[in-house]
């Protein structure tokens, strides 16, 4: 026997009648939340050019008042080369003295600078080329900025990355137990810990993880400098991984945990404030299972809080540096490069990787506050706007 037929559904507008109320409300209320969710973002990123505006003119105007520039410290240099050297002749060289360069001297060094133009027109040609993404050239590497940053990137990028990591894989599943688990020995016990090393600052964790493991006074067990060993090329794929690794223990250890606390406390806090509240109390009465309230009802209502702050969390974990952790371990990054270049006065590479980094943290505000909207659907652009 045949098994009964089924019927197709034939869409109404096909057959010439109009569509129901209800589908055309639809398709209305998602075409105007594609619209909100356009000018919401095109608004936002048209705020964001006068904020890094605003942003490179404080900090150009800052570097003009700051003593010891570029050209006093060239100026320094040749008239202490000039004095280490011994005395020289007027006819043989420029110096004179204790008058120190002449005039002219010191125009062409201003001029190599660019500090023979205006402000207003050094700060204008400055943001052009901005605009182009070229960034010069370094006064004290003699390198491209461009160049110079992508060489501090790897370092960078391995201390923020496993930090991001550890701290979300961590905190996520600790945060959940302490709060089901709240007010016992495993909450206060583990909220000790997180706390302390909360406490404990960075860089006096990682002095004291090198006295401890790096060969200090106890136990000779991490290595105590570089992102890899010294024949790190002469090794096979697997012993490089692990080599890479075995740097990275001390290091990320203490990048991490004084992130702890504030993202467990916040997880921890956030499922709390799910658990108490009345539909909880509904599922429970309906006979539903502990673990299936937990991980079906609660965990999709207390993770909005953590998920939205992981887009900016995320890129921003690519270009963080410690410059204390990089130093203390010598790890050549982006810490110790902003560091360098606030010293040795070197504005190209202060200017230019502001510029970038400003980009970078805008859209990433702009992707968390994104992902708020996409991830909660009590929330739209539409009251956003309001």
């Keep these: 026997m045949c098994g009964p037929k089924t019927r197709r559904r034939i869409p109404l507008a096909l057959l010439g009648f109009p569509q129901p109320a209800a589908v055309r409300t639809n398709a209305f209320l998602t075409s105007r939340a594609a619209q909100a969710m356009t000018a919401y973002i095109l608004r936002r990123i048209l ?8 942003i490179m003119l404080i900090t150009f105007t800052v ?30 060289s420029l110096y004179q003295g204790r008058e120190g360069l002449d005039q002219e001297r010191i125009e062409q060094i201003r001029k190599m600078y660019g500090f023979d133009k205006p402000p207003a027109e050094r700060f204008l040609s400055m943001m052009a080329n901005y605009l182009r993404f070229d960034f ?12 110079l940053v992508v060489s501090k990137l790897p370092v960078s990028m391995s201390l923020g990355l496993w930090t991001f990591c550890i701290v979300y894989g961590v905190c996520i599943p600790l945060g959940i137990k302490k709060a089901v688990r709240d007010g016992s020995r495993f909450d206060v016990a583990t909220s000790t810990v997180i706390l302390v090393g909360y406490a404990i600052p960075g860089f006096v964790l990682a002095i004291l993880l ?3 493991f790096g060969g200090g006074s106890f136990w000779s067990i ?11 090329a002469e090794l096979g794929p697997v012993d490089k991984v692990l080599d890479y690794l075995w740097h990275m ?12 606390a504030v993202m467990t406390l916040l997880t921890k806090n956030s499922f709390l404030e799910e658990i108490r509240k009345q539909y909880v109390l509904t599922a429970r009465a309906k006979g ?13 209502n207390a993770i909005i809080p953590i998920i939205t702050g992981f887009p900016g969390s995320f890129i921003t974990a690519f270009f963080t540096g ?18 360098e270049s606030i010293m040795n006065r070197d504005y190209p590479v202060v200017l230019g990787t502001l510029y970038f980094f400003t980009i970078i943290g805008l859209f990433s505000r702009l992707l968390s506050d994104l992902s708020y909207v996409l991830v909660d659907p009590r929330i739209t652009f539409e009251s956003v706007e309001q």
């Design 322 to 339: 410690s410059l204390l952790i990089e130093t203390i371990f010598s790890l050549d990054g982006m810490g110790l490069l902003a560091y």
């Design 210 to 212: 090198i006295v401890l």
């Design 136 to 147: 010069g050239e370094s006064y004290y590497h003699q390198k491209s900025v461009v160049d």
């Design 222 to 232: 991490f290595p105590l400098r570089g992102l890899v060993s010294d024949n790190w």
């Design 47 to 54: 705020l964001m050019i006068p904020t890094v505006f605003g």
């Design 63 to 92: 570097t003009q008042f700051v003593p010891g520039g570029p050209v006093e410290r060239m100026i320094a240099e040749i008239e202490g080369h000039r004095a280490g050297a011994g005395e020289v002749t007027a006819s043989s």
């Design 288 to 300: 539903l299972g502990e673990e299936r309230i937990l991980y079906r009802h609660v965990f999709r």
């Design 249 to 260: 223990v001390l290091p990320v250890t203490s990048s991490a945990v004084g992130s702890l």
